[in-house]
């Protein structure tokens, strides 16, 4: 598999790795991360985000006939997976780029690395599941299964090889018509939006969460607590009229339309059949979906 690519993209690519290390050089604080300035990589992870919702929504739209959110927060376009996916195997294959045989190798475990531990993460933090392969052969705690994994090393292939040189030219068009400078500041300040945008959508998601849990009489684990959590929380007037005048049952869902929860005997429980009256999507596109109404 190896020297595929054609001795043009090789140049291309090489090109701007060449500008990439002049332009760190120049900098009078260098930090970096195997060889990628910080601020490169903030804007490698706000760019992929948005690449990745993009996909999500038209794949929606595809598969299931509706528009809607496939974002990872409350506010603004942005599907966090695609970014950190994205960061992770260029920091980590970038060096490999003339390989396409250690591309699909590390491509296809860190893919899987990286997918196994943010399904984790959303189970430990929010007690939710995002996906669930159980039902594919060869999976892993259905967090991860051999398909997806391969999918994942043709698509380092095509991430370091086809896609990420474009996103470094698109990067230095705006470092020229802007300023380094400029970009920079443009970069860090969305990052911290993002990291508050963050925080919010944990919060806003964990009281809807414990009201789902405990209204509907759910049976999850520690029941008694998340019991004691809601009376806390909503017997607050100040606190419960803020929640339900910004993180509604409507604006969640909406946002979040495939929000689920597992009992204790193994159930999965969608939230959207919790609220039949709510409509978990903005638009229906087609009638692709018998089943959605």
Known sequence: MEKEIE????????????????????????????????????????????????IETLFGIVTKGVWESRQSFLYGPFCAIYGVGAVIMIVFLHKYYKNYNRLFIFGFIIGSIVEYFVSLIGEMILHVKWWDYSDMPLDINGRICVYFSIFWGFLAIYLICSVNPKVDKLIDWFKTKFSLKTLKIVTITTIIVLFIDCVITGIAVNFFLIRMKVENNLNVPEKEALAKAYDDIYSNEKLSNFIYRFFDNRTILRTFPNLKVEEVDGNIVYMDSLLPDIQPYYLKVHNKNPHIK
């Open 7 to 54: 001795p043009q993209e090789i140049e291309e690519i090489d090109e701007i790795k060449e500008e990439t290390k002049d332009e760190e050089k120049n900098e009078k604080k260098n930090f970096t991360i195997l060889g990628i300035s910080i601020w490169r990589i903030f804007a490698y992870f706000i760019i992929y985000s948005i690449l990745g919702y993009i």
